[in-house]
C-alpha cells in the first residue's frame, strides 16, 4: 500500500460517485439507466458473498477487486436514492461516521469497555437508546435482529442478544447436554415419522448447533460455508479421478466413490 493510499481514498471514492453518476445520465450506459432497487439487489448478495470467499480463500488480490465491486453496489444504490430525491451518498457517509463515534464512547468518548463482550453488550445498549430517542416504538430485545438475515446468522443474533440479559447456558458443557437432548428428540420423531414433528426437531438441532458454536467463539454461517467448500473439494477430486478411469458418476460403486473421497481427504 502507498504511504498516500488512506489521503487520497475520498479522492478516489469521489471519482467512483462521478462515474456512476455519468453511467446514470442520459449520456451514459441504458443498462445501468434502467436498474432500479430492485434489480440491484441480487447483485448486492452476489458481491457480498464473492467477498466472503474471497476472505476464506485468503486471496487477497481478489479481496481487494472484490470489495471494489461491493462498494460499487453500494454508490449504485445511493445513485438511485439522489435521483429521486430520497438521500444522497453524503447522508450515508454522515450516518455511518456519526454512528461509529456515537456507539464506541470508549474511544471517541469517557466509556469502559475492557472486553469486546462489553463493546457488543454497550453497542446494543445505545442502539436501544437512539431508538428511544427518535421516538421509535419499542420493538423488544430481539426487535433489531432482521428476519431476512440468513438462518444460521439470525439465530447467532437472536441468542447474542439473549445473552446480554443473562437468558444463556453458563458454559459449552451445557449446550453439549442440550444438542444430546436434541438428537435423541429427533430419534423420537422419526419413530412418530410426522414430518411437521421432524422439521420442528431439526430445527431445534440446528439451533442448538448455532449456540454451541456461539460458545465456542466460531462463526455458523462461516463455517458451514468452509465445510461446503471443502465438500466441493474433494467431490470435484472423486469426479476428475474417476473420469481419469473412464468411469462416470454414475457408473461408480458407493465404495469406489468413498475409497476415492478417503484419498481426497489425504490429499
Same mark, same amino acid.
Given at each position: 500500500?502507498?504511504?498516500?493510499?488512506?489521503?487520497?481514498?475520498?479522492?478516489?471514492?469521489?471519482?467512483?460517485?462521478?462515474?456512476?453518476?455519468?453511467?446514470?445520465?442520459?449520456?451514459?450506459?441504458?443498462?445501468?439507466?434502467?436498474?432500479?432497487?430492485?434489480?440491484?439487489?441480487?447483485?448486492?448478495?452476489?458481491?457480498?458473498?464473492?467477498?466472503?470467499?474471497?476472505?476464506?480463500?485468503?486471496?487477497?488480490?481478489?479481496?481487494?477487486?472484490?470489495?471494489?465491486?461491493?462498494?460499487?453496489?453500494?454508490?449504485?444504490?445511493?445513485?438511485?436514492?439522489?435521483?429521486?430525491?430520497?438521500?444522497?451518498?453524503?447522508?450515508?457517509?454522515?450516518?455511518?461516521?456519526?454512528?461509529?463515534?456515537?456507539?464506541?464512547?470508549?474511544?471517541?468518548?469517557?466509556?469502559?469497555?475492557?472486553?469486546? @463482550?462489553?463493546?457488543?453488550?454497550?453497542?446494543?445498549?445505545?442502539?436501544? @437508546?437512539?431508538?428511544?430517542?427518535?421516538?421509535?416504538?419499542?420493538?423488544?430485545?430481539?426487535?433489531?435482529?432482521?428476519?431476512?438475515?440468513?438462518?444460521?446468522? @439470525?439465530?447467532?443474533?437472536?441468542?447474542?442478544?439473549?445473552?446480554?440479559?443473562?437468558?444463556?447456558?453458563?458454559?459449552?458443557?451445557?449446550?453439549?447436554?442440550?444438542?444430546?437432548?436434541?438428537?435423541?428428540?429427533?430419534?423420537?420423531?422419526?419413530?412418530?415419522?410426522?414430518?411437521?414433528?421432524?422439521?420442528?426437531?431439526?430445527?431445534?438441532?440446528?439451533?442448538?448447533?448455532?449456540?454451541?458454536?456461539?460458545?465456542?467463539?466460531?462463526?455458523?454461517?462461516?463455517?458451514?460455508?468452509?465445510?461446503?467448500?471443502?465438500?466441493?473439494?474433494?467431490?470435484?477430486?472423486?469426479?476428475?479421478?474417476?473420469?481419469?478411469?473412464?468411469?462416470?458418476?454414475?457408473?461408480?460403486?458407493?465404495?469406489?466413490?468413498?475409497?476415492?473421497?478417503?484419498?481426497?481427504?489425504?490429499?
Amino acid at each position: 500500500m502507498k504511504p498516500d493510499s488512506n489521503s487520497r481514498a475520498g479522492e478516489k471514492f469521489q471519482r467512483l460517485v462521478e462515474i456512476m453518476a455519468r453511467l446514470r445520465s442520459r449520456e451514459g450506459c441504458p443498462w445501468d439507466r434502467e436498474q432500479t432497487f430492485a434489480t440491484i439487489k441480487p447483485y448486492l448478495l452476489e458481491e457480498t458473498y464473492e467477498v466472503l470467499d474471497a476472505v476464506d480463500a485468503r486471496d487477497w488480490p481478489s479481496l481487494s477487486e472484490e470489495l471494489g465491486d461491493l462498494l460499487l453496489e453500494a454508490v449504485f444504490l445511493a445513485q438511485i436514492a439522489s435521483e429521486e430525491r430520497l438521500f444522497g451518498i453524503e447522508d450515508s457517509l454522515d450516518a455511518i461516521t456519526s454512528k461509529l463515534v456515537r456507539r464506541h464512547p470508549h474511544v471517541f468518548g469517557s466509556g469502559d469497555a475492557r472486553t469486546p @463482550e462489553d463493546v457488543k453488550k454497550r453497542w446494543d445498549e445505545i442502539k436501544v @437508546e437512539e431508538k428511544k430517542e427518535r421516538g421509535a416504538p419499542a420493538a423488544g430485545l430481539l426487535g433489531g435482529v432482521p428476519r431476512s438475515l440468513p438462518a444460521l446468522v @439470525e439465530a447467532e443474533r437472536l441468542t447474542s442478544r439473549a445473552a446480554t440479559v443473562g437468558f444463556d447456558w453458563e458454559n459449552a458443557e451445557q449446550v453439549l447436554e442440550k444438542l444430546d437432548e436434541e438428537l435423541k428428540e429427533l430419534a423420537q420423531a422419526r419413530t412418530a415419522a410426522h414430518p411437521r414433528e421432524l422439521e420442528d426437531e431439526v430445527g431445534d438441532l440446528l439451533f442448538v448447533l448455532v449456540n454451541l458454536a456461539r460458545f465456542l467463539k466460531i462463526d455458523p454461517e462461516q463455517a458451514l460455508r468452509k465445510t461446503n467448500a471443502k465438500f466441493r473439494q474433494r467431490f470435484s477430486y472423486l469426479e476428475q479421478k474417476l473420469l481419469a478411469q473412464g468411469k462416470s458418476l454414475a457408473e461408480a460403486s458407493l465404495n469406489e466413490m468413498d475409497a476415492l473421497w478417503q484419498e481426497a481427504k489425504r490429499e
